[in-house]
């Protein structure tokens, strides 16, 4: 898809620490497994989990040493707000190229 809007990054870190754990119990992820689902570097996790936190769509859930993140209500509507727009970005980006394609044929 080529690089994503900063808006979409932003959704797809927090729908990575909504989801519930493997066990189906209580929401929140490791720094890990955000970078993997919401398919980012440790470099750019370094950039965005700080902001997302002084933003207060994300909070950090520590216990012990393990520390989870999860997104808090704000974050939440967030996401709820993002979704048809996620969707909507979607489409417009596959119909842009369908388009592009058309063109550069003729």
Known sequence: MGR?????????ILKAANEKDVFGE??????????YKANLNSEQLKIYLPLLIQLGL??????GRNVRYRPTE???????????VRKFFIEFIKAERAYKLKNKSS
Not at 58 to 63: D, I, Q
């Open 4 to 12: 994503r809007e900063r808006l979409l990054v932003i959704y797809d």
């Open 26 to 35: 209580g929401r929140g992820a490791t720094r890990t497994r955000i970078m």
């Open 58 to 63: 994300l909070e950090e859930a520590k216990n």
């Open 74 to 84: 704000e974050g939440i509507r967030f996401l709820n707000y993002m979704e048809p």
